[in-house]
């Protein structure tokens, strides 16, 4: 038997450089790092920032933080952490077959949800009104902080040291509001986002979409037959019908609305491409708008889903009474420390010192999970409670 040679990461690269699309992002050629680093004997650069996102605080806290549903509700509803991982999956299917780089999409996609607050985005709606007036708030910009500046793996500096391509893709995978969270510099407003950005943006949306919709048919509030009457309720049906037979399994409806959405999604893509004559990134840079994306057709289809989900599940009485109260509850932790900086713990007083109390109060309560917020609150407001 011959010997087995390990992969080296020059050989990583050799094979991103031949086998990826030519508009693709690759490894070799990133701009890097801010502190610059000797590279990893095995791992390409963009594998090696994904482990950093997997392996920091803020990724293990998002198995504690709200998706749309309060966890308390049951075990079997999406949290943070789920979501990401759909989210990941997705892309990495749909990067494998446009030919693009899996590795930054995994990167991107498992930090996109890193800055959300507690409690879903009832906490993040809080957050923005609490900073209004002290530089704002907005999630994707957390997110980039939070690997910026809010994590630590080397006592000589703040944040995860992640290359150029990784910081610009999480902050720039939405098109994003102005206003909320202050930017660092580097960053060319004008140059439009990498494909993987882009597509991470989109498997965002075929996640939630596909299971928003699971967990209000599951939950009840939504019922099957207002399902029906959405185009993308139909066409999902019918296609698990085929290979279920008459009255499909839930299980098998979702499978179903995932696979149509992201084929959907490839083609539609593949197709624009082919018809802009996208030939490498800065042809993708250059590009004045968006190029992965739907079909006209299944995006009217996902905007009627999505309208639906807005007027039936996120604004249902019993969601809404979570979100008035994740809203009051995270308000009140985030006053209580600004009116009174010497109930933070000392780490976190130091950052107010550093960047202004509402900006690290700000980083402090968007970072808890939902369990330390309720923990928080009952320390901080319970007359019986330990400290
Ligand atoms: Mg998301």
Known sequence: ???????????????EARDLAPFAARSRDSRGRARPEPDHPYRPRFARDRDRIVHSTAFRRLESK??????????HYRT????????????RTAARALGLNEDLVEAVALAHDLGHAPFGHAGSEALEECLRGHGGFEHNRQSLRVVDLLERRDPRYRGLNLTFEVRESILKKKPAPAGGTPLPQDFDPRAAPLLEAQLVDLADEVAYLAHDLDDAVRS???PDRAVRELELGRRAEHLAGERHGDDPPRRARVS??????????VEATAARLARERVRSTADVRAFGGRLVGFSGDVARAAAELKERLFESVYRHWRVMRMWRKAKRFVTALFTAHVEAPDTLPPEWRRWADECGLERAVCDYVAGMTDRFAQQEFERLFHPFEKP
């Open 80 to 91: 943070r952490l789920t979501h990401t991982l759909e989210v990941a999956q997705v892309g």
């Open 66 to 75: 709200t998706q749309v549903f309060i966890i308390d509700e049951g075990d």
């Open 220 to 222: 009840g509030i939504l």
């Open 1 to 15: 038997m011959p010997p087995v040679i390990p992969l080296g990461r020059e050989a990583l690269e050799d094979r």
């Open 256 to 265: 179903a609305l995932i696979e149509l959405l992201v084929t959907d999604l």
